[in-house]
């Protein structure tokens, strides 16, 4: 594989070289070696490493997968693929666990990404993938496809484009005004922090967790308030692991958002009266999470939204027991505490406060040294992110998907036009489809888009799927 940009005419490239775009260029020499095919390839990612991005490219032993490994491959075909990589390539992490027991680990996500690098490079045609270590800024039509500009100003060509263009963090509300903020992604910034400083994190979801279990791991020892609207913490997966998925679980679910909920309370208030952990009334739904989004009328996904998609995630995107057991260990030893409110302008009055209205309306004062943006991840295609997403609106490449969230697709993953027409050889995976799919970011699905992706022939007649 190449760093340098040896060529500026290629088949197929693909924008973004984390887990998403490693997946696809693995699966696409992988059809190019079974065809016999030379591929002209190329990946444009701005890190020195692909197959890692902002999730997997923490070295942090404490940033662990939600998801136990027997549940990560990267290969719909080969269910125990990372399990078999980790039992062959040691992690320090694990060292107390024995083989059998790494179905059910919460492995380190340095290993993920070593493992998704590791599965690119054995590849027979690896040499052939040119990475492309720049920013892709700019996407536009061409006679024969797509023109990419990158941020340097050098134009690459393609007959098809993939975005694998991940995730961007969500700009934090409002002004924090004098008070310092630090990204929640921004390790060595975490790192720096004065261990008795009186930090506020905004936002409670899993960017929160990791940003606390850096600074737990730091030695920190200031308190620590976590503010979001709901003041809900992700929920720990059940220590019970749950048997084969009931193929019937999704089956006369009622369409709308009410009935749905209702029926999946009264499942798990079934399953605990029988000894099951409500979490796996939630895992026998896992598989049908798309169905389930598609189901729903544009009203009803918008009720979702509205009402209930913040409970939907803290008990669908839980998190492994040990490290919700830290984190209730520093809620009762005082100094973890979670409000639920909206941040307030600052006023300017008092550099150190960050105000907040709580949820009866009352308006608080935090006394605060830092702040901790984490807010997640910015799904609203209206407010482009990147330049490059702001060239798709401007270009008319590329329209918001429902209710405004990610990039709109067909149903085999290609992208909308303005004027509504599918665009051959414009690909979108991952992140960027989950104003259509909803559930898309998890490796089960994920994966299968990237095989689609990368099949030479599927992909050049159909697109993405």
């Not at 009334?281 to 544009?298: C, F, H, I, K, N």
């Not at 992208?415 to 909803?438: E, F, H, K, N, Y």
Request: overall charge neutral; charged content about 20%.
């Amino acid at each position: 594989m190449s760093s340098l940009k040896m060529s500026s005419e290629y088949e197929r490239i693909v924008i973004g070289g984390g887990a998403a775009g490693a997946l696809v260029a693995l699966h696409y020499l992988s059809s190019c070696s079974a065809a016999g095919h030379e591929p002209r390839i190329a990946v444009v990612e701005p890190r020195a490493s692909l197959a890692q991005g902002a999730a997997y490219s923490t070295d942090r032993e404490e940033h662990r997968l939600n998801v136990p490994a027997g549940r990560m491959s990267a290969f719909a075909d080969r269910p125990h693929d990372f399990v078999d990589y980790l039992i062959a390539n040691p992690d320090s992490a694990l060292a107390d666990l024995h083989g059998h027991d790494l179905d059910h680990a919460y492995a380190p996500r340095r290993a993920y990404g070593a493992y998704l690098l590791a599965r690119l490079r054995e590849q027979p045609l690896f040499s052939s993938l040119q990475h492309v270590r720049d920013e892709a800024v700019a996407l536009a039509r061409s006679d024969d496809g797509f023109v990419v500009t990158l941020l340097d100003g050098t134009s690459l060509r393609a007959a098809q484009v993939v975005l694998a263009i991940g995730n961007a963090p969500r700009a934090l509300p409002i002004d924090a005004g004098e008070l310092p903020v630090v990204e929640s992604w921004d390790y060595p910034q975490l790192d720096r922090m004065s261990p008795d400083a009186r930090i506020t994190v905004i936002g409670s979801g899993l960017s929160m967790v990791d940003s606390l279990m850096t600074r737990l791991r730091a030695g920190h020892r200031g308190p620590i308030t976590v503010l979001s609207r709901h003041g809900l913490l992700p929920l720990p997966h059940a220590a019970e692991h749950l048997p084969a998925p009931l193929p019937s679980a999704a089956e006369n679910l009622p369409s709308t958002v009410l009935g749905l909920w209702r029926t999946l309370r009264r499942r798990a208030l079934q399953g605990i009266a029988q000894g099951e952990p409500w979490q796996w009334t939630v895992e026998r739904l896992r598989p049908y999470g798309q169905q389930l989004w598609q189901s729903l009328s544009a009203p009803e996904q918008a009720r979702f939204l509205r009402h209930a998609v913040r409970y939907w995630d803290i008990h669908r995107h839980r998190i492994a027991p040990e490290i919700a057991a830290e984190l209730q260990a520093m809620m009762q030893a005082g100094q973890l505490h979670v409000l639920a409110g909206r941040l307030l302008p600052s006023t300017g009055t008092d550099a150190a406060t960050l105000r907040f209205r709580a949820r009866d309306g009352a308006e608080q004062n935090l006394p605060t040294d830092v702040v901790i943006n984490a807010t997640g991840v910015e799904t609203r295609f209206e407010r482009p992110s990147s330049p490059l997403l702001a060239s798709l609106l401007a270009n008319g490449l590329a329209v918001p998907g429902p209710h405004g969230l990610g990039i709109l697709t067909d149903g085999l993953g290609r992208a909308l036009d303005a004027q509504g027409a599918p665009l051959a050889g414009l690909q979108v995976l991952g992140s960027s489809r989950i104003g259509t799919l909803w559930e898309t970011i998890a490796m089960p699905e994920l994966r299968v888009q990237a095989r689609d992706c990368g099949q030479i022939e599927a992909a050049a007649r159909t697109g993405c799927g």
